[in-house]
Each structure stands twice: as structure tokens, then as C-alpha cells.
């Protein structure tokens, strides 16, 4: 590791400090490329998509090819410090796990694509009646609710059935 990769390092956030050992523990290199791409992911409160993440990379004056920035996101995903998410868009986006927020429960609009995260006190309730009941021990859970946002609903866009119920369900 170069003078200038290891002071940029020890200046980095603890998060950042945790991918380079995770990168080092399997004999991968610490490069430049990859540290930026996870700064930008860190650093975000948002569900990132590449596109998301190659565009605050040019604004930070930087050049990282998509492919360099997939492979990236898949080594910080192995990592377990980013969560990957499909929203159901045609892409994924990229979270990061060890953010303020926790709370993986989201609303998110089939029109706009917004996602909005939400906290709901009662699935801690349940995950603890799961637990006493059953003996199983969650550690972690998923909830996503799909609809129309205010803002889209506010424009006017209406929520159409067509093709989303099953006709057998309505015999």
C-alpha cells in the first residue's frame, strides 16, 4: 500500500476502514477505485443505484467504469456492509448497512419509484412474540409495501387493478 492509500486510510470512516480489512483478509487489493465507489455509499443515507453512484463520482471528479463499480458493489455486498435491494425497477440499488438507519422497511411507489423508508414498532412486537413462541431468533427482516406515493397521487396518477388481481382470487 502506497504512503498516500495508507494516510488516505487512516483518515477514511470506520465503515471504510472495515471493507479495506475485509478486502485485505481475502488477498484483494485496497485500490483507489474501490475505496472511492464505497465512499460514495457510505457516505449516502439513499438507496443508491450505479447510475446514482456513477454520477456522484463525477461530481467528486472522478472516472470509475460501471464494471469496476459492479464489482465493487458485489465485494461490498459479500462484505455484508451494503445490502442489495430490488425494487421490481430493472436494477438494484445499494444500502448502507451499518448507517443511522437501520430500519429496513420501505414503501415504495410503482409510479415514481421514491422509496421511502418506515419504521413500524408492531414487526419488533411480532419478531418477539416469534421468538417466545417459537424459539427461532430473527436477525433480520424485510418489509416492502408497494403503492402510490402522496406526491403522485397529489399529480393525479390513480392506481389501476388491471392486472393485478388473479381472477381466481375474485370467483
Do not use: W
Request: aromatic residues 6%; glycine residues 8%.
Amino acid at each position: 500500500m502506497s504512503a498516500r492509500s495508507a494516510g488516505h486510510e487512516q483518515g477514511s470512516s470506520p465503515t471504510l476502514r472495515l471493507f479495506g480489512r475485509y478486502l485485505r483478509d481475502r488477498g484483494l487489493p485496497v485500490t483507489q477505485q474501490r475505496s472511492s465507489v464505497a465512499e460514495v455509499v457510505f457516505d449516502s443515507e439513499e438507496h443508491l443505484s450505479v447510475d446514482d453512484i456513477e454520477r456522484a463520482l463525477r461530481e467528486r471528479g472522478e472516472r470509475i467504469g460501471k464494471a469496476t463499480i459492479y464489482r465493487t458493489l458485489d465485494l461490498l455486498v459479500r462484505s455484508r456492509l451494503v445490502e442489495e435491494h430490488d425494487f421490481g425497477e430493472g436494477f438494484k440499488r445499494y444500502e448502507n448497512r451499518l448507517s443511522g438507519h437501520s430500519v429496513s422497511e420501505h414503501l415504495i411507489c410503482v409510479e415514481c419509484g421514491t422509496v421511502t423508508r418506515f419504521e413500524s414498532p408492531e414487526l419488533y412486537q411480532i419478531e418477539s412474540r416469534v421468538r417466545s413462541e417459537t424459539g427461532f431468533i430473527p436477525i433480520r427482516r424485510r418489509l416492502e409495501i408497494y403503492g402510490l406515493c402522496k406526491a403522485c397521487q397529489d399529480a393525479g396518477v390513480e392506481l389501476t387493478t388491471e392486472g393485478l388481481i388473479c381472477p381466481i382470487e375474485i370467483i
